[in-house]
């Protein structure tokens, strides 16, 4: 504590001494190109910046340790942050909507190290109507003492050079890797604005940054009272670096945050949304949950049913990575499991999951064995055996995280295997001696697993010769199209037999496919693989496709560009959407993930008046057509119950015609993997009255795929 008292006193006094002689200070600095000079035209304008530079770095280099002027470093501070509006994409993956709520993470991360330093226990973020952001946090607040060496703050330097992280020899541990934890200064860097405020020892202070660059210097501003500490950080993304859309989702902050919450446990978390009509209160959540991952896995397995009441969670640091499992099976056939290191998700796993999964499969034979619950003469159960209906979450934290692989979300430090697998074998062969009964239910589901196991090999194999025989025939109920140009292609998947017949009749052959499907899909979430297999229509769809599933997923193979689900606009045609989806997710990830799945949108309404016809997408978009055109006697409404309602004409223009049709295109939030959100986007063919824009303009369709 003295200790820092000392820093913030020796900062104040710097301060002070900065204050008095902005002037003398702003001199002293090369003539950089102020705000207007910057405008537009980059390349010239960096051109003669970097002259500039040169010119200044040729005369100042060698004066290491003035204090109060531009050294070399300033240099690489302004050529770093140049490079990064220049190239985002190679600092925050994309400039479209996924790069922008990046930057809100890369802030809160902040905020979460110094939670886990346990210096903060509430963090706060909140759009603002101009889709500004504002996270604050109650922690120590980034240290406003100069150093020495580079005449700097620290929060100069956490917003203004690159890979800063929050890391000040305190505890915690510094989150980097992935696309995340690139630091703040990227995040000042593509703002145009950029304000940081912050509270330490009863004083409070301010400084101020545009495009990353300084525009109010670091001052102090006010006192607050002694107790109060914090960082409060408020930033406007640039719209010269993000053209497709500044407007955050509440929806997918929330996801985030959300998991966030849940990985450190015990911190408060709140996301508010200050876009809300005139007079009305910000929308608000606050995520909380002192049971951490514990909490987590419950949530995750609120909709299903466990086979077991408690939830399993282990800990502990084995050569310097700290290790945290919890874990609890459903009575599902499907594994879920999470994985994060340093709060960073690992959706393509890594070592931490080879020790989990290794500690598992050994310590269950083991304990099976032992137990008499396999006998000598019989074979062991496979990891898969032991994972099916398995929700689990594995957190560790390390300090120096390697992330390999294509996308770089793979871990590959090697101790990260060691220390999970013998934290998980120790305290799990713990556990099962203490709860031989959930030990028994487990094992009795994984032995179950395993004869389910054989008979599914035994009907693939059954179905790949069938289709090497037929030469691989396409499903007897498809018509398919006639131009073998996948890019060109699309394919319905409709609901019922009538509807399918509508749709062919409909269809532009050369292009379209129709496949016709019979009644509800087998929900894949409850049924074991070798029904799976054995389902007529799952069969139809993955022969259609072309693509295989799971491993043998192959993308290049792709018979189709559009996958179209079309059902009726009815809670049953929902509920298939759900199912067929859910089917999509869990076969075959890699169609939504690149955007080849679409939903149909079939109109709910026609009217006609004076021989004029139009559709409605929805209750509301009906109520406004019938405010243009007036509402009476010569209306004639007719409310369409389902596809088959519909003429193949009228199917045709209201729903499949690529000119006037609207479709859905199905996303997910991958920030928040845990959350098995698909999110749609609208899209409309080139015709379409601008009215039915309005027509879930921001539809959302998060929902539970556990119906
Ligand atoms: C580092 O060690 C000394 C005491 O302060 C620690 C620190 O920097 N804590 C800290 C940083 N808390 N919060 C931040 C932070 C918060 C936001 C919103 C944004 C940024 C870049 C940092």
């Known amino acids: 504590m003295s200790e820092q008292d000392k820093i913030d006193e020796e900062a104040r006094k710097t301060l002070i001494e900065l204050n008095a002689q902005p002037q ?4 002293a600095v090369p003539p950089s190109p102020s705000a207007e000079e910057e405008s537009e035209a980059e390349d010239p304008v960096v051109g003669e910046y970097e002259e500039n530079l040169k010119t200044y770095r040729d005369d100042n280099v060698k004066d290491t340790v003035d204090e109060h002027s531009y050294t070399a470093d300033d240099i690489q501070v302004l050529e770093g942050l140049e490079a990064v509006r220049r190239r985002p994409g190679m600092y925050i993956g994309t400039t479209s909507s996924r790069g922008l709520h990046h930057l809100v993470y890369e802030i809160v991360d902040n905020s979460v190290d110094e939670a886990l330093a346990g210096h903060c226990s509430q963090i706060e973020v909140t759009v603002h109507k101009d889709n500004s952001v504002t996270v604050t946090d109650n922690g120590r607040g980034i240290p406003v003492g100069i150093n020495h060496k580079t005449g700097r703050s620290a929060l100069e330097v956490v917003f ?9 020899g305190g505890g915690g541990y510094k989150v980097s890797g992935g696309l995340h934890g690139v630091g703040a200064s990227v995040v000042n860097a593509l703002s145009v604005r950029l304000q940081v405020r912050v509270k330490s020892e009863g004083r409070i202070y301010e400084m101020e940054f545009s495009r990353g660059k300084i525009t109010e210097p670091l001052k102090e501003v006010g006192v607050c009272p002694e107790n109060e500490s914090g960082t409060q950080v408020t930033f406007l993304p640039d719209p010269e670096i993000f053209q497709e859309t500044r407007v955050f989702d509440y929806d997918i902050l929330k996801q985030r945050l959300r998991e966030m919450a849940f990985l450190t446990k015990s911190l408060r ?4 949304d200050e876009r ?8 608000e ?4 949950y002192d049971g951490g991952i514990k909490e987590f896995v419950a949530y995750l397995n609120r909709s299903k049913t466990p086979v077991y009441d408690e939830i399993m969670y282990f800990e502990g640091t084995k050569n310097n990575v700290y290790v945290e499992v919890a874990m609890q099976h459903n009575d599902s056939y499907n594994e879920s499991e999470f994985s994060f290191v340093n709060n960073i998700n690992t959706p393509e796993g890594g070592m931490h999951i080879v020790g989990f999964h290794n500690a598992l499969t050994k310590t269950f034979n083991d304990y099976a064995r032992k137990n008499k619950l396999i006998k000598d003469n019989e074979t062991n159960l496979t990891g898969d055996d032991i994972r099916e209906g398995l929700t689990a979450i594995i957190s560790i934290k390390i300090e120096d995280p390697q992330f390999e692989g294509q996308t770089k979300q793979k871990l590959g430090n090697i101790e990260a295997r060691g220390a999970t697998d013998s934290v998980v074998t120790e305290q799990l062969t713990y556990y099962l001696e203490q709860h031989p009964v959930i030990a028994k239910t487990i094992l009795d589901k994984s032995l179950l697993a395993q004869r389910a196991r054989e008979a599914a090999r035994k009907a693939r194999e059954l179905t790949r010769r069938k289709s090497a025989l037929d030469g691989l025939s396409l499903p007897g109920k498809l018509a398919d199209c006639s131009d073998k140009d996948p890019k060109n292609c699309e394919i319905f998947l409709v609901e019922g037999d009538s509807a399918g017949g509508s749709a062919k009749t409909a269809r532009s052959r050369a292009t379209q496919a129709i496949l016709p499907l019979r009644g509800k899909i087998l929900n894949v979430e409850k049924a074991r693989e070798d029904r799976i297999y054995g389902n007529e229509e799952i069969k139809a ?3 259609a496709f072309g693509t295989g599933i799971h491993d043998d997923f192959d993308i290049s193979r792709l018979r189709y560009d559009k996958i179209i689900v079309m059902t009726d606009a009815d809670v049953d045609g929902a509920h298939i959407d759900t199912l067929m989806l859910t089917f999509l997710y869990r076969f075959m990830p890699d169609l939504i993930r690149q955007g080849h799945v679409y939903l149909a949108m079939p109109p709910l309404y ?3 008046k004076n021989k004029k016809v139009w559709y409605a997408y929805s209750d509301e978009e009906l109520a406004s057509i019938l405010e243009e055109v007036g509402r ?3 209306n004639h409404i007719q409310r369409y119950k389902g596809l088959g309602e519909m003429d193949p004409e009228q199917l045709w223009d209201t729903t499949m015609n690529p000119e006037t049709r609207i479709l859905k295109r199905v996303n997910m939030n991958e920030e928040a993997a845990s959350e098995i959100d698909l999110t749609f986007t609208t899209l409309m063919g080139d015709k379409v009255e601008p009215r039915r824009e309005f027509i879930e303009e921001n539809a959302k369709y998060v929902q539970n795929l556990d119906i």
């Open 24 to 27: 003398a200070d702003a001199a």
């Open 160 to 168: 203004t050079i690159l890979h800063a992280g929050g890391k000040f």
């Open 269 to 272: 978390i709140t996301l508010r």
């Open 276 to 283: 809300v009509d005139e007079g009305e209160e910000p929308v």
């Open 285 to 288: 959540r606050t995520f909380h």
């Open 541 to 543: 769809m993955i022969t």
């Open 606 to 608: 026609k009217l006609e």
């Open 632 to 634: 009476d006697q010569n």
